[in-house]
């Protein structure tokens, strides 16, 4: 494992956010789900496509905080522009689960 210095941690802009919105993506090559995730007043709205089919459905991600990378360049995924990194771990069988606090913070406050 290569090691980085604190200042590259530092330009990682990792944020909680809530989804507002989700929807089926059956246009993705791999099965996902579009999520426009709100990261605060500072940030706003950000959309992203995420690999997240087997344990999610859209209509339970809606209200859900999750966190996520903010400061990539927006990424090409088909006919959607991904703004934002959702961030998840893999499960024993490969599928993702969602990272998120274990308590409610605020839309937008930056993983210290």
Known sequence: MAEITFDDFLKVDIRAGRVVRAEPFPEARKPAIKLWVDYGPEIGVKK?????????????????????????????????????????????????????????????????
């Open 48 to 112: 992203s496509s995420a690999q997240i089919t087997v344990h999610y459905t859209p209509e339970t991600l809606v209200g859900r905080m999750v966190m996520g990378v903010v400061n990539f360049p927006p990424r090409q995924i088909g006919p959607f522009m991904s703004e934002a990194l959702v961030l998840g771990f893999a499960d024993a069988e490969g599928a993702i689960v969602l990272s998120a606090p274990d308590r409610d913070v605020a839309p937008g406050e930056r993983l210290q």
